[in-house]
């Protein structure tokens, strides 16, 4: 493989990707694709805001040629600077939690990025997403014709936890683990350590021993301290990953605003009921 990213794409295997990558449905795709169109628009209309401002200082083709070219650079160009930039993701990928890596589960480059953006300029706009629908629905990876041009795939990151495969603290390096400098681990390598640890079971003997020394090599790169000494390389993995979802968690903690209680009507103030008069049988009581 070639190309890195924190030992990524030279790490995981064909085994690897099929166990971890899990591919973005079409609705997501739709969905997020739905808010990456509203943002476009949003462009274009800004643009033809200033084209308006400044219509009497050119000629009718100049501007007509100007708006074809600037609809086919926010068409074009915005997938693709979003996608080169934020690591295979636009924001409307984003906030769908989506991403699209290569074949092989690393970054995509440039390269990825245009030719996905070129050819999903016929696909989309063009051809109102009939052939991106169609082509998704037939591959069993749910690729459109731009995936299948560039090598690419679209995962889903964010998943729903079911509690299956969830990386857990060994008791032994729960102190060391909170020494950790995490800084530098990229979001890309975690979804192999966890593929690797949730599937290692099901691993012949080789293939988790040489996967599973590559992993721990390519995250003692990016994380330190080492590992205490005799540590297996299960535990290890296993230990940096729950120790990165305990900050997370804790993180979005802090940042979640603590409720106020609901708010209930004060209670309704008591009637004192006044005693009747006694009875003086008609006799005024003396003064």
């Given at each position: 493989?070639?190309?890195?990213?924190?030992?990524?794409?030279?790490?995981?295997?064909?085994?690897?990707?099929?166990?971890?990558?899990?591919?973005?449905?079409?609705?997501?795709?739709?969905?997020?694709a739905l808010l990456d169109g509203i943002l476009q628009v949003i462009l274009l209309v800004a643009f033809f805001l200033l084209v308006g401002l400044f219509a009497g200082a050119g000629s009718g083709s100049a501007l007509?040629?100007?708006?074809?070219?600037?609809?086919?650079?926010?068409?074009?160009?915005?997938?693709?600077?979003?996608?080169?930039?934020?690591?295979?993701?636009?924001?409307?990928?984003?906030?769908?939690?989506?991403?699209?890596?290569?074949?092989?589960?690393?970054?995509?480059?440039?390269?990825?990025?245009?030719?996905?953006?070129?050819?999903?300029?016929?696909?989309?706009?063009?051809?109102?997403?009939?052939?991106?629908?169609?082509?998704?629905?037939?591959?069993?990876?749910?690729?459109?014709?731009?995936?299948?041009?560039?090598?690419?795939?679209?995962?889903?990151?964010?998943?729903?936890?079911?509690?299956?495969?969830?990386?857990?603290?060994?008791?032994?390096?729960?102190?060391?683990?909170?020494?950790?400098?995490?800084?530098?681990?990229?979001?890309?390598?975690?979804?192999?350590?966890?593929?690797?640890?949730?599937?290692?079971?099901?691993?012949?003997?080789?293939?988790?021993?040489?996967?599973?020394?590559?992993?721990?090599?390519?995250?003692?790169?990016?994380?330190?301290?080492?590992?205490?000494?005799?540590?297996?390389?299960?535990?290890?993995?296993?230990?940096?990953?729950?120790?990165?979802?305990?900050?997370?968690?804790?993180?979005?903690?802090?940042?979640?605003?603590?409720?106020?209680?609901?708010?209930?009507?004060?209670?309704?103030?008591?009637?004192?009921?006044?005693?009747?008069?006694?009875?003086?049988?008609?006799?005024?009581?003396?003064?």
């Amino acid at each position: 493989m070639t190309g890195t990213l924190g030992g990524v794409s030279s790490l995981v295997t064909g085994e690897a990707v099929a166990l971890e990558l899990r591919t973005a449905g079409l609705a997501s795709r739709m969905l997020a694709a739905l808010l990456d169109g509203i943002l476009q628009v949003i462009l274009l209309v800004a643009f033809f805001l200033l084209v308006g401002l400044f219509a009497g200082a050119g000629s009718g083709s100049a501007l007509a040629a100007l708006s074809i070219v600037v609809l086919v650079a926010v068409a074009v160009g915005y997938p693709v600077m979003f996608e080169t930039l934020m690591r295979g993701r636009t924001p409307g990928k984003a906030a769908l939690g989506l991403r699209v890596v290569r074949d092989d589960a690393g970054p995509i480059a440039f390269r990825q990025a245009f030719v996905r953006g070129l050819v999903g300029l016929v696909e989309k706009p063009l051809l109102s997403y009939a052939p991106a629908v169609i082509c998704s629905l037939a591959n069993e990876q749910g690729k459109r014709f731009g995936d299948l041009a560039a090598g690419t795939i679209v995962i889903q990151e964010r998943v729903v936890d079911t509690g299956r495969g969830v990386a857990q603290m060994p008791p032994q390096l729960a102190f060391w683990a909170t020494t950790l400098d995490l800084s530098r681990l990229p979001d890309d390598l975690a979804p192999a350590v966890r593929a690797f640890l949730a599937r290692q079971g099901s691993m012949t003997d080789a293939a988790r021993t040489d996967l599973g020394d590559r992993l721990c090599a390519a995250v003692s790169d990016v994380v330190t301290p080492p590992a205490p000494p005799g540590t297996p390389g299960w535990a290890y993995l296993s230990a940096v990953l729950a120790e990165r979802r305990r900050r997370a968690q804790e993180q979005q903690t802090l940042a979640t605003p603590a409720l106020a209680p609901p708010w209930t009507p004060p209670p309704a103030p008591a009637v004192v009921q006044k005693a009747p008069p006694p009875d003086d049988g008609g006799f005024a009581l003396p003064r």
